[in-house]
């Protein structure tokens, strides 16, 4: 990296210093009950994001499937992140 200043907008996916960054979150619903148990992992994330100068653009999910009795089911979360300061 030519500036340490950057690093932390450094897309590691990628390789490159680009506006846009897309990350893919996996939470995984609760044995009983309904809800995702690790919502906090989602919320963590976005904050990360938005610490480096980055905020939400779009967010998609999908079901990613079961891991079966007592996995609970799977749901991909992707996250597309805008930068600010390259509009």
Known sequence: MANWNDSSRFSTASGQNLPYVVMQVTLKEKFFGTGSG??????????????????????????????????????????????????
């Open 38 to 87: 690790n919502l906090t992992d989602l919320e963590q994330v976005i904050n990360e994001q938005a610490a480096k100068g980055y905020r939400l653009h779009t967010m998609s999910t999908s079901n990613g499937g079961s891991k079966g009795f007592g996995g609970g089911d799977r749901i991909q979360a992707t996250l597309v992140f805008e930068r600010l300061d390259m509009r």
